[in-house]
């Protein structure tokens, strides 16, 4: 029997930095107030969690930053709202995509680009950047969160614009260190997630109350009320997606993997549910919200490999 809203996505209230949140999925709080277009109201809409199948895929091959090809990014967010691909790499940057006003017809040409890669204003450096997500700050504020390399322990932040306003230095609060690795990030609805390969887990991190502790000499920190142990998890490479009902998708060399987590404080756990395979290379994972998808590839391999439910 279908469950109800409340059960997939029940919301914490968003409390900023260190609100000593234990759950995910679990708390009393008022629907959720931001508006989430850019997920085609996944969330705020009460939508089930995508839970993706790995039976079939479409297959789609093309130039990378060309028109009618594939985005050349590492991790990215496919926003509906604006028909773009927004990536962290090659630097800060978005690509047209103007099929996402359609709806997914079984061919996965359906993600090429309509334009090349525009840079978004005020950068943040060349080659550091990972994955990027939307998410909400504690007063409903949208914003670009970009996750960096090796040796970069920030987030950095975009507003709803693309101007660049500054990052958060991640701190863990006495668990392993996430720095001198790669980040994948996604949002959850009530939290970033951070992974980080080599590592064996996921932090689970409050989001900034507001803008005021952003800003571009990264002085102020972000330290996690969460994580989510799994043996695999040092496997994630470029790119992390929520799915909904504490579902994860992470990015590996070889496809991705789907996980369910099971909060606990900081002493969560996490339980494979899928992985996503084919023969070939990865280095790319994105959610397309609106219909539903998992959209692999791009970047070297110059193909998009997109599963279903």
Known sequence: MKQDYWTYNKPLSMTGFGGGATSLSNAGGALFSFVDDEYDNFFTGGKAPINISNSSYDQFYGSNNAVGGTHEGLGVFFDTSRGRIYAAYPTSTYYGWNNSSGTYAGNANYYALSSTRTNMAGTYGYYLGRDMTVAYLGDDTQVFVQSNNNGNNTLQFFNSAGYHMGGLTL??????????????????????????????????????????????????????????????????????????????????????????????GFSGTATSVASYTWNGGNYSLGMDYKNRKLVLGGYSIVRYYVFGE
């Open 171 to 264: 701190t863990t609060g006495g668990t392993n260190q996430p720095i001198s690795q790669d980040h994948s990030i996604a949002f959850s609805g009530t939290h970033l997630l951070l992974g980080v390969s080599s590592h064996n887990y996921i932090y689970a991190y409050d989001l900034p109350a507001n803008s005021s502790t952003i800003n571009t000499s990264n002085s102020n920190s972000i330290t996690p009320v969460m994580k989510y142990y799994h043996s695999n998890f040092n496997s994630i490479t470029y790119g992390m997606a929520w799915g909904g009902g504490n579902r994860v998708y992470i990015c590996t060399s070889s496809g991705a993997t789907q996980y369910l987590l099971t909060d606990n």
